[in-house]
């Protein structure tokens, strides 16, 4: 069985930092796409940051500069370092792991990020 846990959100300023984790099981970590959406109220949820399993990462436009995924295959983790948060970053934050070729997804339960004074 598939399973996501993600943790590190909460509230912080503007101009803040914070460090998401997700941990995964239930699958080979190593071979699948690690990914972070968030979705705020009333929008759609986007891609904020992917790592493939080769290593190559991609970011949307508006976190480049500002956040940096990586993971390590050893402990089954893909983190997101958010720095220089705005208030438009508030969001459930979402882990993906995701295998294209197999059409295989998976979400976690999401952790809510809110960037606010």
């Known amino acids: 069985q598939v399973r996501l846990v993600e943790s590190g959100g909460g509230l912080v300023q503007p101009g803040g930092s914070l460090r998401l984790s997700c941990v995964g099981s239930g699958f080979i970590f190593s071979i699948y796409d690690m990914s972070w959406y968030r979705q705020a109220p009333g929008k759609e949820r986007e891609l904020v940051a992917r790592?493939?399993?080769?290593?190559?990462?991609n970011y949307a436009d508006s976190v480049k500069g500002r956040f940096i995924i990586s993971r390590d295959n050893a402990k089954n983790t893909v983190s997101l370092q958010m720095n220089s948060l705005k208030p438009e970053d508030t969001a459930v934050y979402y882990c993906?792991?995701?295998?294209?070729?197999?059409?295989?997804?998976?979400w976690g339960q999401g952790t809510q990020v809110t960037v606010s004074s």
């Open positions: 993906n792991c995701q295998r294209p070729a197999f059409s295989l997804s998976y």
């Open positions: 790592i493939i399993s080769r290593g190559s990462t």
